[in-house]
């Protein structure tokens, strides 16, 4: 499976921006787990939000009420990403995991205040 991602770039504090992670050699639905990660410079990668098989749906306490994760038919995976603050900014990277991880080439997402 291969993975990319993009749509991210610069966006004023409170804007919105979304992901897209699109896979190629096999279906998104097929996988356990499909989940955005973020790396801020100087930080560990940190998940933000990620969606089970069965559609069960995680996120990060500080992206709660502001991120949407979602799978589509068309084979993507995207993330939309309100109200942003500064803080969000990082590299995001699209994964995806069936007993082994598949990951996307990360796109940068830049929030100035």
């Known amino acids: 499976v291969q993975l990319q991602a993009s749509g991210g770039g610069l966006v004023q504090a409170g804007g919105s921006l979304r992901l897209s992670c699109a896979a190629s050699?096999?279906?998104?639905?097929?996988?356990?787990?499909m989940g955005w990660y973020r790396q801020a410079p100087g930080k560990q990668r940190e998940l933000v939000a990620a969606i089970s098989a069965n559609s069960d749906i995680s996120y990060a306490e500080s992206v709660k009420g502001r991120f949407t994760i979602s799978r589509n038919t068309n084979n993507t995976m995207t993330l939309q990403m309100n109200s942003l603050k500064p803080e969000d900014t990082a590299v995001y990277y699209c994964?995806?995991?069936?007993?082994?991880?598949?990951w996307g080439q990360g796109t940068q997402v830049t929030v100035s205040s």
């Open positions: 050699g096999g279906s998104i639905f097929s996988m356990k787990t």
């Open positions: 994964m995806a995991s069936k007993g082994w991880s598949y």
